[in-house]
Every structure is written in C-alpha cells, then in structure tokens.
C-alpha cells in the first residue's frame, strides 16, 4: 500500500489552463505538505495543512490554492498556468507538525506547461 | 537566499569506501536537521536526522555530524554500497520559526561497483 500518493504522475497543459493534483495518504498523520522542485532542484514549501488547517502559506501566486476536505487529502489547484509553474510537485505528510518529525513524500507530479 | 546549501552537486565513490555528503547553512536559528535520499521517478525518504544539542548521531552505515560553529553538517556513509546510489537532501529547520523544513539543492551520489 501506497503511503502517500499524488495524481497524476506526469501532466502536460497548454499556458493558461486550470489544473489540479490530488493528494492522499493513509498514515493517519495530521498534517500535509506540497513542496515545488524547480528546475534548480531545491524543493521550497509551498503550503501545510495541519487538522485541515492551513499553518504554512508561502510566498506563492494566489492562483495556487491548496484544499484539504479532510485530513487524509490535500489537494493542489492552480489556475490560469504559466511556463514557469513547469516543476515537479511533492505532496508530504508528517505525524504532526515540528521539525524533529519526519515527513513522508509521494512520488511527485511533473507538471509541464507549454 | 539560501539557507540551505549543498555545494557539492555530485560525488563519485568506489563501492566499500566511505561517502562523505557534505551541508552548510547559515541560519543559526536552525536547531534540527534532517537528510533524505531520493531515487529517481521518487520522493524524498528520510534517512537519519540530528538535533542540535548533539554533534553525532549514528545509525547503521550511516553516521551524520553537526559542527554548530562552523553552521556544517555531513553525512558519512560506511560502507558504501551501490544501493546507496541516489540524491541526498540536506534539511533543516528551526523549532521556534513555524513548521518550515528549509532543503538544499541534493548532492547526487554515485558508488561504483
């Protein structure tokens, strides 16, 4: 079984369209993540979800709005794409939140935006 | 600005011998660390993890030691083996600053058979 799963692996979409990538883990934690990798590599936060709640908003364009209808989902909706969105997208999950706990990564959405 | 740096992009080791990964950061805040390996087409696992009240925390093959004055930490790996082939991710962050995990860019390790 999957811990921590994202849909779908790969997307490929014209500038200018709406999409989204879901999210789900069966660990039973509390809290979630989405993470960026860019073209440099570094994987820079995004958002977390802690009880559905959101306790970590970075600095990222308002057409990225993350949704977590319940505690095992966090969902990641991002409006109007543009080239530079291209990256590959890692939801996370930890116990709770904390930095002395680790966090456990789905396998990642690469997003290509032509 | 990154507070998180992995100035190593690769390092190449022939099977049996010690990989030393190398991370230095420059928020003195920062009291956790953390390093994850990545295989291709995955995500990030953890691997060993250190709080800054120690300076060396072992487990298995992998031994990772934090020098808190010279803001550097590294990980050593003996033996290496093929296996441990992959992109390691130096991570860090600070318990009184949110829930932000900071990464640095990974250092793709290469072991030799």
């Known amino acids: 079984d999957t811990a921590v799963s994202q849909t779908p692996k790969y997307l490929v979409t014209q500038m200018g369209n709406d999409k989204s990538i879901k999210c789900e883990q069966n660990?039973?934690?509390?809290?979630m993540y989405w993470y960026k990798q860019d073209s440099k590599k570094f994987l820079k936060i995004m958002f977390s979800y802690n009880n559905k709640e959101l306790i970590i908003n970075e600095t990222v364009p308002n057409r990225f709005s993350p949704k977590s209808p319940d505690k095992a989902h966090l969902n990641l909706h991002i409006n109007s794409l543009e080239l530079g969105d291209s990256a590959v997208y890692f939801c996370a999950s930890s116990q709770i939140p904390g930095p002395a706990y680790e966090q456990y990564f789905g396998p990642g959405t690469r997003l290509t935006v032509t | 600005d990154q507070q998180v740096k992995q100035n190593s992009p690769s390092l190449s080791v022939q099977e049996g011998r010690i990989s030393i990964l190398n991370c230095d950061y420059t928020n003195s805040m920062f009291d956790y660390f953390l390093w994850y390996k990545k295989y291709p087409a995955e995500g990030p696992t953890f691997l060993i993890s250190i709080s800054s009240i120690k300076d060396k925390n072992e487990d298995g093959r992998f031994t990772v030691f934090l020098n808190k004055s010279a803001k550097h930490l590294s990980l050593h790996i003996v033996p290496s083996q093929p296996g441990d082939s992959a992109v390691y991710f130096c991570?860090?962050?600070?318990?009184?600053?949110?829930?932000?995990?900071?990464f640095g860019a990974g250092t793709r390790l290469f072991v030799k058979a």
């Open positions: 991570a860090a962050s600070e318990s009184t600053g949110g829930f932000k995990t900071i």
């Open positions: 660990l039973g934690h509390d809290t």
